[in-house]
């Protein structure tokens, strides 16, 4: 599906980075759980306009929390598009729960980061997350998603 659009703007609603105390660099690897909440809205009196919001919460996997990432992260943010022409609801949804939701994630992504540069244990990436599977539970939150890393 080629879709013409254009992302407008982005915006980040709340941000939290919250030191782990407990964190050994030491480790060969670190785990945590990463939930993310997609929503989709359309404006209204304007179906050409759409606007996505993700909620990212990684925390500590339970039992595991000495082999947890450096930081505890939540950040919430909305992601602004603009489509050419009207496409049919299912088909905006479906693309902005894959392409939208992904460009979004990077931009959050690249916050994450640069606050964290300037963090106690320096920067921290947030996990690869799939949008695929994802868009298969039609915008329900994903938990649970285990992610690994290994030591640099």
Do not use: W
């Amino acid at each position: 599906m080629n879709m013409q659009y254009r992302l407008e703007r982005y915006l980040i609603h709340s941000v939290a980075v919250i030191n782990n105390d407990d964190y050994d660099a030491k480790k060969p690897s670190h785990t945590g759980d990463s939930e993310v909440s997609i929503g989709i809205a359309e404006k209204k009196n304007d179906s050409t306009r759409r606007m996505v919001t993700l909620e990212i919460h990684v925390k500590p996997t339970k039992g595991r929390e000495d082999c947890f990432f450096p930081y505890r992260i939540a950040i919430k943010g909305s992601a602004f598009f603009r489509f050419r022409t009207e496409y049919s609801k299912s088909e905006t949804d479906h693309f902005l729960r894959l392409n939208g939701a992904s460009i979004l994630y990077g931009l959050l992504r690249g916050q994450v980061a640069q606050i964290t540069a300037q963090g106690t244990h320096g920067q921290f990436l947030l996990p690869i997350f799939n949008f695929v599977e994802a868009e298969k539970k039609a915008g329900k939150a994903v938990a649970g998603k285990r992610t690994k890393t290994a030591k640099k």
